[in-house]
């Protein structure tokens, strides 16, 4: 079964910059749609970013458009959410998501990563 691995969450002040990372435990016949979530304490789990990979559009929240950036590499089996100018409200646990296809065969399924705490201290 895949498995998401997401690393790069830490301590950071406000104004300062974190990369996430989210790399797949194997190779994937396909992928639809790669993203990433964020969950703040008492709040519903939100869409920071997310990339559909036909057509290749993006989507940000309103909240981090202009300071975050999704990426992937596709040698790598890895996205990327790089945060520029953070914010104390930027805090949460970030998780990645994608809808994927394992093999040909398989039907398309959500993964999720295993969350990674992002602090911003003001």
């Not at 301590?11 to 435990?25: D, E, F, P, T, Y």
């Not at 409200?89 to 093999?103: H, I, M, P, Q, W």
């Not at 959500?110 to 992002?118: E, K, L, M």
């Amino acid at each position: 079964q895949v498995q998401l691995v997401e690393s790069g969450g830490g301590l950071v002040q406000a104004g300062g910059s974190l990369r996430l990372s989210c790399a797949s435990s194997k190779s994937i016949f396909s992928i639809n749609a790669m993203g990433w979530y964020r969950q703040a304490p008492g709040k519903q789990r939100e869409l920071v970013a997310i990339v559909i990979i036909s057509g290749g559009s993006t989507h940000y929240a309103d909240s981090v458009k202009g300071r975050f950036t999704i990426s992937r590499d596709n040698d790598k089996n890895t996205m990327y959410l790089q945060m520029n100018s953070l914010k104390p409200e930027d805090t949460a646990v970030y998780y990645c998501n994608a809808e994927l296809r394992e093999r040909p065969w398989d039907s398309v399924v959500a993964y999720w990563g295993q969350g990674t705490q992002v602090t911003v201290s003001s």
